[in-house]
Structures are given as C-alpha cells and as structure tokens.
Nanobody, 126 residues
Framework: QVQLVESGGGLVQAGGSLRLSCAASGRTFSNYAMGWFRQAPGKEREFVSSINWDGSTYYADSAKGRFAISRDGAKNTADLQMNSLKPEDTAIYYC????????????????????WGQGTQVTVSS
C-alpha cells in the first residue's frame, strides 16, 4: 500500500513563501515521477508542477518563475518551493505519484498518476 503525505501548507501573506513536502512510503520506488496539483474552491484540480526520476521538471505557466520542484530519491520525497505567492494560489495542494516514469511527458493530467495524497491547505492573504 502506497502512502503519500503532504506537509508544509499554511497561511501566508501575498509575496511570501511556503515550502511543501511530499513523502512517499509503502514500497520500493524507482524510476517514478511525482507531481503537485491544486484545487481551489469551486474549481477543477489543476496541474502545478512535476518531476521525473531523471530530474526533468515541468511547470504550469502559473508556476513558472515562482515555484521550484525538487526531489530526494533516497528519501522518496518531492518538495515544492513556492515564492512570490499570490491570493490566487490559495488552494488545497495535492501530491501525486506515477509508478512508471518512462514515457513521462510532464504529467499535466491527473489520470497519469497512480497515487495521491490527502492534500494540504495553502492560503495566501492579500
């Protein structure tokens, strides 16, 4: 049974920063990809960023230049550093994992992932 646990969410003022972390456990991982999505109230879940086993990174346009994703293969974690936060970044942020990182095209759609975390709330005040 694979488990993903997110942490690091919270309340921050506009212009501030937060670092989200996702820890995967439950089996031995290799050649996997991890992604971050978010869902604001009344909106669809949307892609934020992803990182593959080879270090390739992908970002939504809304995240480019402000967010940075990283991973620690030894710890099976993926972090999302979020800077210059805006009120429109307010959402529940979800971590996702795709077991097979081969033929990974960036993982911008939720159906490309096999496991999901429970989410962590990020609130950006104006």
């Amino acid at each position: 049974q694979v488990q993903l646990v997110e942490s690091g969410g919270g309340l921050v003022q506009a212009g501030g920063s937060l670092r989200l972390s996702c820890a995967a456990s439950g089996r031995t991982f290799s050649n996997y990809a991890m992604g971050w999505f978010r869902q604001a109230p009344g909106k669809e879940r949307e892609f934020v960023s992803s990182i593959n086993w080879d270090g390739s990174t992908y970002y939504a346009d809304s995240a480019k230049g402000r967010f940075a994703i990283s991973r620690d293969g030894a710890k099976n974690t993926a972090d999302l550093q979020m800077n210059s936060l805006k009120p429109e970044d307010t959402a529940i942020y979800y971590c996702a994992l795709r077991i097979n990182g081969y033929y990974f095209d960036g993982g911008a759609t939720a159906s490309q992932y096999d496991y999901w975390g429970q989410g962590t709330q990020v609130t950006v005040s104006s």
